[in-house]
């Protein structure tokens, strides 16, 4: 077998070293499952509804409300990823109409944590990200006008 080649198609790259990452932790394989978790509670809409889910259990109608632009498919698909992962706890309540709520599990508090951490980041940058944007955005359009007049 050659060197850096899993013997399981559902495992990656190993990710067992103690921080000292590498890109090989986020193998572009489809079977990585590191890859797929990073790729689930990255998306924005795992994100949010995580954030939401911080404060207290939510109703799904609440969690549609809360969450701008989100279809009422995609939260469906997005609550049952979550589920599944064990970030998310659903429970259905024996009453007329059925009532379901919403909460993070033990595990899903854990990741919030560190979604914290990343919004402080993007807190204390955004004035550098800003700036850096707007100068690359105007060497990118001087660069286009030059094009333009060739």
Known sequence: MEEG?????????????????????????????????????????????????????LRF??????VDGISQR???VTLRHLERDGLVRRTVHPVVPPRVDYAL???GATLHDTI???????????????AARAAYDGAAAGAGAGAVGM
């Open 105 to 107: 599990t033990p595990l």
């Open 61 to 66: 109608t609440e969690l549609r409300r809360e």
């Open 74 to 76: 995609m939260l469906t």
């Open 5 to 57: 080649t899993s013997k399981s198609p559902t495992h990656c790259a190993d990710t067992a070293l103690e921080h000292d990452y590498d890109a090989r932790q986020w193998d572009v394989r489809e079977g990585c499952e590191v890859r797929q978790i990073l790729d689930r509670v990255a998306d924005k809409w795992s994100l949010l509804v995580i954030a939401l889910l911080e404060q207290r259990s």
């Open 116 to 130: 914290q951490s990343l919004v402080t980041w993007t807190e204390a940058h955004q004035g550098e990200i800003a």
